[in-house]
């Protein structure tokens, strides 16, 4: 009896962790919420707000397709640009490193 209590508790703790699990972190939708409003939804900064602001075209982009996902948030944050207009606080760690890791891809020309 004892053991049969012992397994349906330890049954009822891992759905508990697998029900908490967070969700994985789709760095394109991140890209399209928060980076597509100036560096446009293709990354090829063809909107009127990147022109304005001079935005960078990610798409094609050797020297950022060098960087890793780390490196690009990295700079991101880093951007004086970046820090006047987008507010990176409100994303996590796993957000920003997703929505580097899309850009990357935009940068190799995927």
């Not at 397994?7 to 891992?14: F, N, T």
């Not at 020297?63 to 006047?84: F, N, R, W």
């Amino acid at each position: 009896m004892k053991l049969i209590f012992a397994i349906m508790v330890g049954m009822l703790g891992l759905a508990t962790t697998i029900a908490r699990a967070d969700p994985p972190v789709d760095g394109a939708t991140i890209f399209e919420t928060r980076c597509a409003r100036c560096h446009g939804d293709t990354g090829k900064a063809d909107t009127s707000e990147a022109r304005a602001l001079k935005a960078r075209p990610l798409v094609n982009d050797s020297e950022l397709a060098q960087m890793t996902p780390a490196e690009i948030v990295s700079a991101v944050k880093s951007d004086l640009k970046h820090q006047g207009i987008v507010d990176l606080n409100d994303l996590t760690d796993a957000e920003l490193q997703a929505a580097a890791a899309f850009v990357s891809e935009l940068a190799k020309g995927r």
